[in-house]
């Protein structure tokens, strides 16, 4: 269908709009690819560049996957079903939308296929979907980040958390607008985020992952004078 191939078009190219490398670039002539841990992520641009870029390139990131989700996920050239199977096509759409954003976020186009893991785009789009589920799952990560000081396990945290609330909303408590296609797919989206953290589980697992030293606004290894 025309339709779904265009939002999917569409959602992976705002994907791939490079946020921590735009920002880097931009604003402080880094590539952040070349510093910290090489990744084109919100994490790494906190570490590298300070908390001020690490606050833009999130807000960039949690975007992206706003606008797939919420935005580019409505676009109608041609009819869609009213349904698939048990699943109501309009969550399924926003769901696809969402994941050529992570995709896109992953392997953009834009910065030679070298991304982010993908998590803060995934945010955005569930945020734009089921803000409730987000919350609790944005709850979780706080917890474990203050607990752990590990940023990667917060995450994983939280990612593994938002399916089980989507399924206790909607199996334990009843809650009847939450579409099945939801907790499928975002197990789906679950599972790409674990892979991108496979090297952050292997340092969890080996104890070798690097903790958060302070909570306090980070200055970054660039005003530190350490680039």
């Not at 959602?11 to 990744?39: F, M």
């Not at 790409?192 to 200055?219: C, D, M």
């Amino acid at each position: 269908m025309l339709s779904i191939a265009v939002i999917i078009l569409l959602s992976y190219l705002v994907g791939s709009i490079p946020g921590s490398v735009t920002v880097g670039k931009a604003l402080y002539g880094v590539d952040l690819r070349e510093h910290g841990s090489g990744n084109a992520g919100a994490t790494n641009t906190f570490r590298v560049l300070g908390w001020k870029a690490g606050v833009l390139a999130t807000i960039i990131d949690v975007g992206k996957g706003a606008l797939a989700a919420g935005v580019i996920a409505t676009i109608r050239i041609d009819t869609l079903p009213d349904g698939l199977g048990f699943w109501e096509a309009g969550s399924v759409v926003s769901l696809v939308a969402g994941m050529a954003a992570i995709a896109g976020h992953m392997f953009p186009i834009w910065a030679g296929f070298r991304g982010g893991k993908g998590v803060n785009t995934a945010a955005g789009i569930l945020l734009a979907l089921t803000p409730v589920s987000m919350a609790v799952a944005l709850s979780v990560f706080a917890l474990v980040l203050f607990t752990s000081r590990y940023v990667s396990l917060a995450s994983l945290a939280a990612t593994a958390a938002f399916p089980v609330t989507i399924a206790a909303r909607k199996y334990v408590f009843g809650v009847e607008h939450l579409d099945a296609s939801l907790l499928f797919l975002s197990l789906i989206m679950a599972a790409g985020i674990f892979y991108g953290h496979r090297g952050n589980i292997q340092r969890l697992w080996a104890g070798t992952e690097s903790r958060v030293g302070s909570f306090k606004p980070a200055k970054g290894m660039r005003e530190k004078g350490e680039l």
